[in-house]
């Protein structure tokens, strides 16, 4: 079954750790995209990558990191440096520009 | 930066009833997109309207799109409980954001069995 699969569904991080979202897919897409959506909230762009070993900050990027080292892989990290970090992490793909993007089933972050 | 803006925030209608939402952008764009979401889950693609075209039709969903107004709207004919979720329209750009989607605050949906 090709998709988008995020892991785990609910993470909660305790004060000065840093933790790590999984996303991975098996589209064979190219690019790949990192949402945080607040509560009643569209979708804002973390980070993104068009190709593998390369990635780009999108309008939020302070207090995360990522990698982009497999094309199937584009993990996220929270870090100690992000406040405010509890959201829903939405991890998305796409082929070529100019065609939709799929969306995996994201990941609730709370803090404890 | 978000671009898109949806209006009405929320909608709640009867089921059979048809539900509007509309969107308007502030800048250029390549195409406008529409999802919907469920309750805690990820986003679905539902339409792709591009620059060049004005209305677009998929089952029970028409969009439409007006560059000239920087607006776009969604109709769902004989709405359905099922239907029930919040709708996002997304923006894309030109040049160094193509492929980057800019999104509105979504409108939510409540279709009343």
């Known amino acids: 079954d090709g998709g988008i699969t995020q892991s785990p569904k609910y993470l909660f991080r305790k004060e000065g750790q840093n933790v790590t979202l999984s996303c991975e897919q098996n589209?064979?897409?190219?690019?790949m995209y990192w949402y945080r959506q607040d509560p009643g909230q569209g979708l804002r762009l973390i980070y993104y990558s068009q190709i593998v070993n390369d990635f780009q900050k999108g309008d939020i990027a302070e207090g995360y990191s990522v990698s982009r080292e497999k094309k199937e892989s584009f993990p996220l990290t929270v870090t100690s440096a992000q406040k405010n970090p509890t959201a829903f992490y939405l991890c998305?793909?796409?082929?070529?520009?100019?065609?939709?993007?799929?969306f995996g089933d994201g990941t609730r972050l709370s803090i404890l | 930066s978000q671009q898109g803006e949806e209006d009405p925030q929320a909608l709640s209608i009867q089921e059979g009833e048809n539900a509007t939402m509309n969107c308007s952008y502030k800048t250029s764009i390549n195409n406008l997109q529409w999802y919907r979401q469920n309750s805690g889950r990820g986003l679905v693609h539902l339409i792709l309207i591009r620059s060049n075209e004005r209305e677009k039709h998929s089952g029970r969903l028409r969009v439409t799109l007006d560059t000239s107004k920087k607006s776009s709207s969604l109709l769902i004919t004989a709405s359905r409980a099922a239907d029930t979720a919040s709708y996002f329209c997304a923006t894309e750009g030109y040049g160094g954001s193509q492929g980057n989607l800019i999104f509105g605050k979504g409108t939510k949906l409540s279709v009343k069995p």
């Open positions: 589209l064979n897409h190219d690019a």
């Open positions: 998305a793909t796409t082929g070529v520009s100019g065609q939709p993007q799929h």
